[in-house]
């Protein structure tokens, strides 16, 4: 069975510092990965995806996130926080052949203090 | 654009009732899903429709009923409310592959409904 682990339950994070939210899936097949966004008492946003091509791919607002295969990862990173990215992170996968099945992790919520 | 639509947005109730929880999009998608989150656990898919007429179980089915006669409204019937079903629950909907492959995996949430069952 497919399962998406997400090593971190909570970050903290000083403003301005470098971040990386931690991802790895389990799958047999080929897989589409994604990162969505939780703010608080909102649904899931789609922050980014890796669907073929470059294993790195990049948000509008700063986040990066690199698709290793042979360590079956897919973690998120952003070089300097802001205040504004507390919220909680979801880790995805979808081995469905993209009919939008995804399979999401447990979340890491990301706490950035002044 | 009101997007995906949940009512009610909060619920109380007691074992044993039934209730259901409504789904609007109007984005004209095709894929229409149910999610349950939970702490700790992430989100879990209950049902999904990929149209009008089509349903199948997702990874946390039992307990739960859906119904796809539009394109626009996918109700999440709880037929029997157990305490266990206290959770928040997100509808979400998306397009087919096809149209447009940088669209796959886009899923666009509701707000969500949060139940409790006492």
């Known amino acids: 069975a497919q399962s998406v682990t997400q090593l971190d339950s909570q970050v903290p994070v000083f403003e301005e510092a470098p971040v990386e939210l931690r991802c790895n899936y389990s799958s047999s097949v080929s897989v589409y990965l994604f990162w969505y966004v939780q703010y608080p008492n909102q649904g899931l946003q789609l922050l980014l995806k890796?669907?073929?091509?470059?294993?790195l791919v990049e948000s509008i607002n700063g986040f990066e996130a690199e698709f290793n295969k042979s360590q079956t990862s897919f973690h998120l990173r952003k070089p300097s926080v802001h205040i504004s990215d507390t919220a909680e992170y979801f880790c995805a996968v979808d081995t469905s052949g993209g009919y939008n099945k995804l399979i999401f992790g447990a979340g890491t919520r990301l706490a950035v203090h002044p | 654009n009101a997007g995906v639509t949940q009512t009610p947005k909060f619920q109380v109730l007691k074992t044993g009732q039934s209730m259901t929880l409504q789904c609007a999009q109007d984005?004209?998608?095709?894929?229409m899903s149910w999610y349950r989150q939970d702490p700790g656990m992430g989100l879990r898919l209950i049902h999904y429709?990929?149209?009008?007429?089509?349903?199948d179980q997702g990874e946390v089915p039992n307990g739960y009923n859906v119904s796809r006669s539009t394109t626009e409204d996918f109700p999440l019937r709880l037929l029997s409310a157990a305490p266990s079903q206290t959770s928040v629950y997100f509808c979400a909907s998306s397009t087919p592959p096809g149209r447009g492959a940088t669209n796959t995996g886009e899923l666009f949430f509701g707000e969500g409904s949060r139940l409790t069952v006492l």
């Open positions: 984005m004209n998608h095709e894929y």
């Open positions: 429709s990929v149209g009008a007429g089509i349903t």
């Open positions: 890796y669907l073929s091509g470059s294993t």
